[in-house]
């Protein structure tokens, strides 16, 4: 993962950018797609519970890698989608499908030490998709949360500007 | 529609939807190619001997360079050989490379990062994650009658 800032930030920008022209976007519209930004990493629940300790428990082989993937992601937006109003649930199902495909595809950019990245169309396929080893940055590194920051203060500053 | 049937339908899809995930789990899991893990090293060290091998860790001491393997209990330290690049203490280090049987590891390929950056990292992340939750919930309501999610501001 680049860090979360930059995941929901570069999400912001490309709706809020989209709503200048496309009225369906509203508010809380933008802000669920923000949300499905962080549905790849609910991985994260591994830094608590790792995989080692949840094996034991179960006596067979597990991983929480599938949650940072394709298939496991739709499944996390598709109940997600499930616990709003049904009028909604199918905009909000593709804005957090919008959101997580933008993760996904940004983790891939990161600079890994291997000349390929990682298997995130999983259960499609196992190939570590190496066109997309663009090693471009660091999920620790500073600018990313920066260059996201300072582009999504400009579209929110020209975004309340067009509404006076 | 009859919401109280919306609302038991719904039960029945995300309990399915959580089986298919917990299924993906174990066939992950189960998947014989997997990339190991920091614990596969730890626990299953001769099995890796004389292959490839991927991993983050942490510099725990300079000169030569050793670093401990992040994400394992077991505390798995290797000595970095045909590494020369300046590090100190805490700097996080990604590593490809052959893995040696005297716990250490040629490098083939390294990335390095600052203790401090992984520090804002957590710290910026945290903080992005409040943010949103917060305009979640300035944007949604919980209509606790009907267990779901509304926008504000209609009913």
């Known amino acids: ?164 | 529609m009859h919401i109280g049937d919306d609302l038991s339908r719904r039960a029945v899809v995300v309990v399915l939807l959580v089986a298919l995930q917990a299924g993906l789990l174990l066939d992950y899991g189960a998947y014989e190619d997997r990339q190991p893990t920091a614990e596969d090293y730890a626990t299953d060290y001769e099995t890796y001997v004389g292959q490839t091998v991927t991993f983050d860790a942490t510099v725990v001491s300079t000169d030569p360079t050793v670093v401990v393997l992040d994400g394992t209990d077991e505390r798995l330290e290797l000595t970095l050989r045909n590494f020369d690049r300046d590090v100190q203490r805490g700097t996080a280090v990604d590593i490809t490379g052959t893995l040696q049987a005297n716990h250490s590891v040629s490098v083939q390929g390294s990335v390095l990062s600052p203790s401090t950056n992984r520090t804002y990292m957590y710290g910026i992340s945290f903080a992005a994650l409040l943010f949103v939750v917060a305009l979640c919930l300035r944007d949604w309501r919980l209509d606790t009658d009907r267990l779901v999610f509304r926008k504000r501001g209609e009913d």
């Open chain 1, 1 to 164: 993962m680049p860090d979360f800032l930059t995941h929901v930030l570069a999400v912001y920008v490309v709706l809020q950018v989209s709503a200048w022209r496309i009225d369906w976007l509203t508010r809380p519209r933008i802000v669920t797609g923000m949300a499905g930004a962080l549905i790849p990493d609910l991985v994260k629940i591994k830094l608590f519970v790792p995989a080692y300790r949840v094996e034991p428990l179960l006596g067979v082989p597990f991983s929480w890698e599938p949650l940072h993937r394709l298939g496991g992601a739709l499944l996390t937006a598709l109940v997600l989608s499930l616990l709003v109003e049904a009028s909604e649930r199918r905009g909000v199902f593709l804005l957090l499908v919008g959101g997580l495909l933008s993760h996904l595809l940004l983790d891939a950019f990161l600079l890994r030490p291997v000349p390929y990245t990682y298997d995130l169309l999983y259960p499609l396929t196992h190939w570590r998709a190496p066109i997309f080893d663009l090693d471009l940055y660091l999920s620790s590194d500073y600018w990313p949360s920066m260059v996201t920051g300072t582009v999504a203060l400009l579209v929110f500053g020209v975004t309340r500007r067009r509404k006076q």
